[in-house]
C-alpha cells in the first residue's frame, strides 16, 4: 500500500435530494475497497474531520464526510455554521439520516467500490453513527464517545436531542464503541447500559473503554487528545473495517 | 463536556466582523469544547445575526475564571451607570 489518494469537495445529495458539501477521499491504489460515512462532531465540518477521511483513504477506504451544518450557513467557516447550528437548537436527526444515507448511496456508486459501507462518528456524531446504523443499510457501525445513545439529556437542554437506543433492533451490521473511562457524556455506567441493551438485542458488538482518556481522545488538535487511547483505537477501527466492509 | 447545555437569549447590539459593524440579534452561551482556546473545556459566547439567510458571528471562548469577571466587570459597570443613561440606550 502506497497510501496514495485524491481528496476534494463534492456536491453530494443528501437528505430530500439537497445539494450539500460533503468532503470525499478516496483510495487510488487500489483495485477495489470498501467505504466509510463520517459524521463530524457537534464542532462541526472542521480540518482535522478531514484528516480523519483522508486517514481512512490512506488506509484503503472510500470516505465521505457530510457537511451536517450547510443548510444552516453555506460557505461560512465550520466553527461560525456550527455556532449557527447549535443556536438553532441543533439538527433534526432525520435529516441527518437522509444525508448520511446520500454519502452512502454516492460511496456505493463508485466504480471501484466493493458495495459495503460503514459509518463512523465522533462526539454528537456518535450518537448520530449508531442512530444511522439503525435505519440503513450499512455493514458497520463505529460509535466514538457518543453521548445520549443512552440515557436522557436533562428537560432543559435546548438541542433536539433523544436517545436512539430503543432503535437498536434496526442495526444490520456489527457495532464497535470507542470510549473514555473518565468521559461523563457518555459515562462509562451508560456504556454499560448500552452494551446490555445491544445484547439483549441480540446484536454484535466490540466496546473498549480506555483508561486515563475522557471525551474526545482521537482529538489531536485539542487537549483532549491521548495518543495511546488513541493509537489503539485506530487499531481497532481498521481490524473492524477490514472485518465489516473488506 | 459536551454536553449540548445551551443557554440562549434574544438582544440587541452591534458587533464588529471582519466585514464591519453590523446588528446582532441572538446569542449563545455554553460550557463546552472550544475550537481555538487552549483547555479541554471553556466558556463560550456567540453573538449572532442569522436573519436574512446569512450568518454573522463573533466568538469568545475563555476559562471560567475569566468568564466570571468579566460577566461581574459587566454588571458592576451597569450599575455605576446613572440610570438616566441606561434608558438612554435602550432604544
Known sequence: MTHNLRAETLTIQGHRGDAIEAYVAVPTDVDQHGSIVVIHHLPGYDETTKEIARRFAANGYAAVMPNLYHREAPGADPDDAAAIARANGGIPDEQVVGDVEGAMNYLKALPTANGKVAS???????????????????????????????????????????????????????????????????????????????????????????????????????????????NEGWREIFTFLSRTVG | MCTYQTETLRLRASAKTPRGWVSMTDASVYFDHPVHFPATHALMIDVLNTSGGGVERVGLEMDAVSARNLAETILRALDNAPASLLDDSVV
Open chain 1, 120 to 230: 463512523i462518528g465522533f462526539c454528537s456524531g456518535g450518537r448520530q453513527s449508531f442512530l444511522v446504523g439503525c435505519r440503513l443499510p450499512l455493514e458497520g457501525v463505529i460509535d466514538c464517545y457518543g453521548a445520549f445513545v443512552v440515557g436522557t439529556p436533562p428537560a432543559e437542554f435546548p438541542l433536539r436531542v433523544t436517545p436512539v437506543v430503543g432503535e437498536a433492533a434496526g442495526l444490520r451490521g456489527e457495532v464497535l464503541g470507542l470510549f473514555g473511562a473518565e468521559d461523563q457524556f457518555p459515562t462509562p455506567a451508560q456504556v454499560d447500559e448500552l452494551a446490555e441493551a445491544l445484547r439483549a438485542a441480540g446484536k454484535t458488538f466490540t466496546f473498549r473503554t480506555y483508561q486515563n482518556a475522557g471525551h474526545a481522545f482521537f482529538s489531536s488538535d485539542r487537549p483532549s487528545y491521548r495518543v495511546e487511547a488513541a
